[in-house]
């Protein structure tokens, strides 16, 4: 490990550039968009989760007088549109042509003259729709006698999407027979929703004489989605500039591309005028990248004294009516098969099957890393189970089994290589900032007065920052970043990136990232992204891709920079370039160290009629595309304190001790702030998010009154703490942060819950634990978390 | 019909259609982009303006119910190039990431802090807790009111 200092020292808890504008209400969101002439659409989705579209009869609609365009699914077939593929290799349905697969699906488009009036004309569209049966329950999508829900597809091929294994199982299920100990448990991960603030939305226009089609849009991706608009639509790449401006929170719901966004820019197209599409909150809750929905049964196998050998799961995965999950190519189910968590396990296999269902497509959405959410909360659940059947302190059995430093590099049994860790350092850490030993007296001391008071831990491993060649792609994109770093001739510096802010203050960060390669103030370092017209290619922001991926670009944009003044400053000095060393911040003559050119005046030097030697080129500009060599492993110990009322069933966290290595920290400000987010998520995922559907396939989370989101009054004051054991291959030690905490918390939330619980048998409980369900867990009559049945 | 509403100290009269919300009023009409459309259900606060001294969700408002009264939004909080000392402790107690809910938490903070000039930490949350932030986990808003509320009573610490 090498983490170079320049000295500059321009990492630390730096105040965010983006503030000035967003506290004066000076941001720039899609929906602050206006352009003259500009028209408004709204879409018609259906009412039903399954039925066959007899006919579509939009005459009314289009005699309204402020309407000047609809658009249906036949429209769209005329152009080769009405369907558009998948980042999962499936096809959507734009607009429907020849059923609706799911409640909230898009049937028309209509463009008018302002909101109110395009909203007026949806109601004039008459569309007599035959009911189907509904698929809804996903454990009876493989049954002989359930609908088919994709009878577009080839025959035979069900509502069976993929079978996907990892692991060896012949080798675990030898671990298994020959182990002590199996307990196994069967568990739901709900399905829910990221509902970042800013709903989804675009402004398209398509300038009728240049040929060139921009785009506002609230894009994570802006240059990916500019590569899949061009293999769409058909208008050539170079025409195609995307702006993806301020993002009023993303957490993986601005990733895919919605139908939604195809139709503002056909309707642009034929109107010859900008178009705004903006969805409402019930339209992005019922119809944009839903995330989870696993049902999983785990199993783990240990010794008598509680050594952990081996894991196997079968999961159930629902991917709603179209497959378009957005991950890597060849990761059906993610980065899933992680599962084998934070332990030295010595096989492990799992099965995951995906099927289709009549609701809303997506996926891997929600800050999970490509599903390791999912991941943890198996093996950590497990872990709990397997405390309690041993009679063991979870911490206890948690320490036992956590991998140990000198293990590292470690290939686990599924075959993700750690790249760095130090596990027991940091549970340990965790259980000294809880007060641990002093929270279990007074759990006792509680339970003799009949108090329910739960401690619940979690120990997680994420692999971020995907990701190597060769292994990861998107649609066939290679999951590399480009970084462009231009120093002006006074030494000041603008750095074009590939990824996309949506809060996580990437100008401030990344103008650090830079300032401390080149000896400048972050002042002086202007970050651009968003702008496809403005900065090079790169696959976006999600997975905590941004500073593993996008931040190493940047690093070694910088690197080239000073290199380059190398040259220049040892003409300036008129000494061999060897005879420099980059010492605070300056390029300086050994021996000599009051010799020294800082980088202002290199870069004007550079510029100027300075006579250069041989081979230099003069500027100072450099660009940079980094391949990740492997993903990075951030970790942490988190540990959630609960107490439950069991008359009403009441979960109150009481506290949240979080403690995250995610290498070398950058901004920690800044760190701190996406953990204290991650772990509100935790808090509103374990017990209150969850998008439910009734028999009929009704939506019943399509509002903020239904879909419970967690306020001020939910979140505790979290206690951080931090170790940092720096990634060996990033060019700073640095791994990500963006989704550690919402990964690693809902475990030690419902590991809380549960073990308040013990005191009336419960070993388990599904998410989300509301006071029903668990009184009803009190009760001993659990429910379907996922389904509004029994 | 016809409107006539002071924002942020200005009088503007406009035709109007009677249904149209306040909401899209401010952000459509007047341009004034700074309050967010986040929700529909009065639950999430990102449009929260004041009418007359009020904190009001203005997606569930009409804005004829304006009509003759006076409404601040987020572009009024900051005196000229003087910001409130609310958005000065926003930016750096690090209560913003992506900035959407902002203005609408601000609009509420400088009420409560105009009302109670000390709050405890639970009175902030308490005060906040009609709205969504999606980013902050909440801890660094309420850090940044008491912040603020050190700034209002004089407290040198907490000036920029």
């Given at each position: 490990?090498?983490?170079?200092?320049?000295?500059?020292?321009?990492?630390?808890?730096?105040?965010?550039?983006?503030?000035?504008?967003?506290?004066?209400?000076?941001?720039?969101?899609?929906?602050?968009?206006?352009?003259?002439?500009?028209?408004?659409?709204?879409?018609?989705?259906?009412?039903?989760?399954?039925?066959?579209?007899?006919?579509?009869?939009?005459?009314?609609?289009?005699?309204?007088?402020?309407?000047?365009?609809?658009?249906?699914?036949?429209?769209?077939?005329?152009?080769?549109?009405?369907?558009?593929?998948?980042?999962?290799?499936?096809?959507?349905?734009?607009?429907?042509?020849?059923?609706?697969?799911?409640?909230?699906?898009?049937?028309?488009?209509?463009?008018?003259?302002?909101?109110?009036?395009?909203?007026?004309?949806?109601?004039?569209?008459?569309?007599?729709?035959?009911?189907?049966?509904?698929?809804?329950?996903?454990?009876?999508?493989?049954?002989?006698?359930?609908?088919?829900?994709?009878?577009?597809?080839?025959?035979?091929?069900?509502?069976?999407?993929?079978?996907?294994?990892?692991?060896?199982?012949?080798?675990?299920?030898?671990?298994?027979?020959?182990?002590?100990?199996?307990?196994?448990?069967?568990?739901?991960?709900?399905?829910?929703?990221?509902?970042?603030?800013?709903?989804?939305?675009?402004?398209?226009?398509?300038?009728?004489?240049?040929?060139?089609?921009?785009?506002?849009?609230?894009?994570?991706?802006?240059?990916?989605?500019?590569?899949?608009?061009?293999?769409?639509?058909?208008?050539?790449?170079?025409?195609?500039?995307?702006?993806?401006?301020?993002?009023?929170?993303?957490?993986?719901?601005?990733?895919?591309?919605?139908?939604?966004?195809?139709?503002?820019?056909?309707?642009?197209?034929?109107?010859?005028?900008?178009?705004?599409?903006?969805?409402?909150?019930?339209?992005?809750?019922?119809?944009?990248?839903?995330?989870?929905?696993?049902?999983?049964?785990?199993?783990?196998?240990?010794?008598?004294?509680?050594?952990?050998?081996?894991?196997?799961a079968?999961?159930?995965?629902?991917?709603?009516?179209?497959?378009?999950?957005?991950?890597?190519?060849?990761?059906?189910a993610g980065f899933f098969h992680i599962f084998t968590g934070?332990?030295?396990?010595?096989?492990?296999?799992c099965?995951?099957?995906?099927?289709?269902?009549?609701?809303?497509?997506?996926?891997?959405?929600?800050?999970?890393s490509?599903r390791v959410t999912e991941a943890v909360y198996l093996v950590?659940?497990?872990?709990?189970?397997?405390?309690?059947?041993?009679?063991?302190?979870?911490?206890?059995?948690?320490?036992?089994?956590?991998?140990?430093?000198?293990?590292?590099?470690?290939?686990?049994?599924?075959?993700?290589?750690?790249?760095?860790?130090?596990?027991?350092?940091?549970?340990?850490?965790?259980?000294?900032?809880?007060?641990?030993?002093?929270?279990?007296?007074?759990?006792?001391?509680?339970?003799?007065?009949?108090?329910?008071?739960?401690?619940?831990?979690?120990?997680f491993t994420e692999?971020?920052?995907?990701?190597?060649?060769?292994?990861?792609?998107?649609?066939?994109?290679?999951?590399?970043?480009?970084?462009?770093?231009?120093?002006?001739?006074?030494?000041?510096?603008?750095?074009?990136?590939?990824?996309?802010?949506?809060?996580?203050?990437?100008?401030?960060?990344?103008?650090?990232?830079?300032?401390?390669?080149?000896?400048?103030?972050?002042?002086?370092?202007?970050?651009?992204?968003?702008?496809?017209?403005?900065?090079?290619?790169?696959?976006?922001?999600?997975?905590?891709?941004?500073?593993?991926?996008?931040?190493?670009?940047?690093?070694?944009?910088?690197?080239?920079?000073?290199?380059?003044?190398?040259?220049?400053?040892?003409?300036?000095?008129?000494?061999?370039?060897?005879?420099?060393?980059?010492?605070?911040?300056?390029?300086?003559?050994?021996?000599?160290?009051?010799?020294?050119?800082?980088?202002?005046?290199?870069?004007?030097?550079?510029?100027?009629?300075?006579?250069?030697?041989?081979?230099?080129?003069?500027?100072?500009?450099?660009?940079?595309?980094?391949?990740?060599?492997?993903?990075?492993?951030?970790?942490?110990?988190?540990?959630?304190?609960?107490?439950?009322?069991?008359?009403?069933?009441?979960?109150?966290?009481?506290?949240?001790?979080?403690?995250?290595?995610?290498?070398?920290?950058?901004?920690?400000?800044?760190?701190?702030?996406?953990?204290?987010?991650?772990?509100?998520?935790?808090?509103?995922?374990?017990?209150?998010?969850?998008?439910?559907?009734?028999?009929?396939?009704?939506?019943?989370?399509?509002?903020?009154?239904?879909?419970?989101?967690?306020?001020?009054?939910?979140?505790?004051?979290?206690?951080?703490?931090?170790?940092?054991?720096?990634?060996?291959?990033?060019?700073?030690?640095?791994?990500?942060?963006?989704?550690?905490?919402?990964v690693?918390?809902?475990?030690?939330?419902?590991?809380?819950?549960?073990?308040?619980?013990?005191?009336?048998?419960?070993?388990?409980?599904?998410?989300?634990?509301?006071?029903?369900?668990?009184?009803?867990?009190?009760?001993?009559?659990?429910?379907?978390?996922?389904?509004?049945?029994? | 019909?016809?409107?006539?509403?002071?924002?942020?100290?200005?009088?503007?009269?406009?035709?109007?259609?009677?249904?149209?919300?306040?909401?899209?009023?401010?952000?459509?009409?007047?341009?004034?982009?700074?309050?967010?459309?986040?929700?529909?259900?009065?639950?999430?606060?990102?449009?929260?303006?004041?009418?007359?001294?009020?904190?009001?969700?203005?997606?569930?408002?009409?804005?004829?119910?304006?009509?003759?009264?006076?409404?601040?939004?987020?572009?009024?909080?900051?005196?000229?190039?003087?910001?409130?000392?609310?958005?000065?402790?926003?930016?750096?107690?690090?209560?913003?990431?992506?900035?959407?809910?902002?203005?609408?938490?601000?609009?509420?903070?400088?009420?409560?802090?105009?009302?109670?000039?000390?709050?405890?930490?639970?009175?902030?949350?308490?005060?906040?807790?009609?709205?969504?932030?999606?980013?902050?986990?909440?801890?660094?808003?309420?850090?940044?009111?008491?912040?603020?509320?050190?700034?209002?009573?004089?407290?040198?610490?907490?000036?920029?």
């Open positions: 490990m090498h983490v170079h200092d320049s000295g500059a020292g321009a990492y630390g808890p730096y105040p965010r550039k983006e503030d000035a504008r967003f506290v004066r209400g000076q941001g720039t969101f899609v929906d602050d968009i206006s352009l003259p002439g500009m028209l408004y659409g709204a879409v018609l989705r259906s009412p039903l989760a399954h039925a066959r579209i007899v006919s579509v009869d939009a005459t009314a609609a289009r005699a309204h007088p402020k309407v000047a365009a609809v658009l249906t699914g036949a429209d769209l077939a005329e152009r080769g549109l009405a369907w558009m593929p998948t980042i999962s290799a499936d096809v959507q349905a734009v607009l429907a042509t020849d059923k609706v697969r799911f409640q909230g699906q898009e049937i028309a488009f209509v463009v008018a003259s302002d909101r109110y009036a395009a909203r007026d004309a949806l109601e004039l569209i008459s569309v007599d729709y035959e009911p189907l049966p509904p698929l809804i329950d996903a454990r009876t999508a493989l049954d002989p006698g359930s609908p088919v829900i994709r009878d577009d597809l080839p025959a035979g091929t069900g509502n069976r999407i993929f079978d996907w294994t990892a692991g060896d199982k012949a080798a675990t299920d030898a671990v298994f027979a020959a182990a002590d100990v199996v307990v196994g448990c069967d568990m739901v991960y709900p399905r829910s929703h990221p509902a970042p603030l800013e709903t989804c939305g675009i402004v398209a226009d398509m300038h009728p004489v240049s040929g060139k089609l921009t785009l506002w849009s609230t894009s994570q991706a802006p240059h990916a989605h500019r590569t899949i608009y061009a293999m769409v639509t058909g208008v050539p790449e170079h025409k195609i500039r995307i702006v993806s401006p301020d993002l009023g929170g993303g957490f993986g719901a601005k990733v895919p591309i919605y139908p939604g966004y195809l139709c503002a820019i056909v309707a642009s197209m034929v109107t010859g005028r900008p178009v705004k599409w903006m969805e409402d909150r019930s339209e992005n809750l019922m119809s944009t990248a839903f995330a989870r929905d696993y049902h999983m049964h785990g199993e783990i196998a240990a010794t008598a004294d509680g050594k952990i050998l081996g894991l196997r079968r999961v159930l995965a629902d991917h709603g009516a179209f497959n378009a999950t957005a991950q890597p190519t060849r990761f059906p934070s332990y030295d396990v010595q096989a492990a296999c099965e995951v099957t995906g099927v289709y269902t009549n609701k809303a497509p997506g996926g891997v959405a929600y800050s999970c490509f950590e659940r497990l872990t709990d189970v397997l405390a309690r059947e041993l009679a063991m302190d979870p911490a206890e059995l948690r320490m036992r089994n956590l991998l140990r430093p000198e293990q590292f590099p470690y290939t686990c049994a599924t075959g993700w290589q750690y790249d760095s860790g130090d596990y027991p350092r940091a549970l340990q850490l965790a259980l000294d900032m809880a007060g641990y030993d002093e929270l279990r007296r007074e759990q006792a001391q509680r339970r003799a007065r009949g108090e329910y008071m739960g401690i619940g831990l979690s120990f692999g971020v920052g995907a990701g190597p060649r060769g292994q990861m792609d998107i649609l066939g994109l290679a999951m590399a970043d480009g970084a462009d770093l231009r120093v002006h001739p006074t030494g000041k510096a603008v750095l074009g990136i590939s990824v996309q802010t949506q809060g996580q203050g990437h100008e401030t960060t990344f103008a650090q990232l830079v300032a401390h390669e080149l000896g400048l103030s972050p002042d002086d370092v202007e970050v651009v992204h968003g702008d496809t017209d403005r900065t090079p290619f790169g696959l976006g922001t999600y997975g905590s891709r941004s500073t593993p991926v996008s931040g190493a670009a940047a690093v070694l944009a910088a690197r080239k920079v000073r290199e380059r003044a190398r040259l220049v400053a040892a003409a300036m000095l008129e000494v061999a370039p060897d005879d420099l060393e980059w010492l605070d911040g300056k390029w300086r003559v050994r021996g000599d160290p009051d010799q020294a050119r800082g980088i202002g005046e290199i870069a004007l030097a550079a510029h100027s009629s300075l006579r250069l030697p041989e081979g230099v080129e003069g500027h100072l500009d450099a660009s940079a595309v980094y391949n990740p060599p492997n993903l990075t492993f951030p970790f942490g110990a988190y540990i959630c304190v609960t107490d439950v009322d069991p008359g009403t069933g009441e979960v109150k966290v009481r506290r949240f001790i979080a403690v995250d290595d995610c290498g070398v920290r950058i901004n920690p400000m800044i760190v701190e702030g996406q953990v204290h987010r991650g772990l509100a998520d935790g808090i509103g995922i374990a017990l209150m998010q969850a998008i439910v559907f009734d028999e009929l396939g009704n939506c019943l989370g399509g509002s903020f009154m239904d879909y419970l989101l967690p306020t001020s009054m939910e979140c505790p004051s979290p206690e951080l703490g931090e170790t940092v054991t720096p990634s060996p291959h990033h060019p700073i030690g640095a791994k990500g942060i963006g989704e550690s905490a919402t690693g918390s809902p475990a030690a939330v419902v590991n809380s819950v549960v073990d308040a619980l013990a005191p009336f048998g419960v070993t388990h409980a599904d998410m989300p634990l509301t006071p029903a369900n668990v009184w009803r867990a009190i009760q001993g009559r659990p429910i379907r978390p996922d389904l509004a049945l029994s | 019909m016809k409107l006539t509403v002071t924002v942020n100290g200005a009088e503007y009269s406009r035709t109007i259609e009677p249904r149209l919300l306040l909401i899209h009023f401010l952000r459509d009409d007047l341009g004034l982009t700074g309050s967010h459309w986040g929700c529909d259900t009065s639950n999430c606060g990102a449009c929260v303006v004041w009418l007359d001294e009020m904190p009001v969700k203005s997606c569930t408002l009409l804005a004829a119910m304006a009509d003759g009264r006076r409404v601040t939004t987020v572009e009024g909080l900051a005196r000229g190039d003087v910001l409130d000392p609310v958005q000065e402790a926003f930016a750096a107690c690090h209560g913003l990431q992506c900035g959407f809910c902002t203005p609408g938490m601000m609009m509420t903070a400088r009420w409560l802090l105009d009302r109670n000039p000390d709050p405890t930490a639970e009175q902030v949350r308490e005060a906040i807790s009609g709205q969504i932030c999606r980013c902050t986990g909440y801890e660094n808003i309420v850090r940044s009111v008491l912040r603020a509320a050190k700034h209002d009573r004089g407290d040198d610490d907490a000036r920029p």
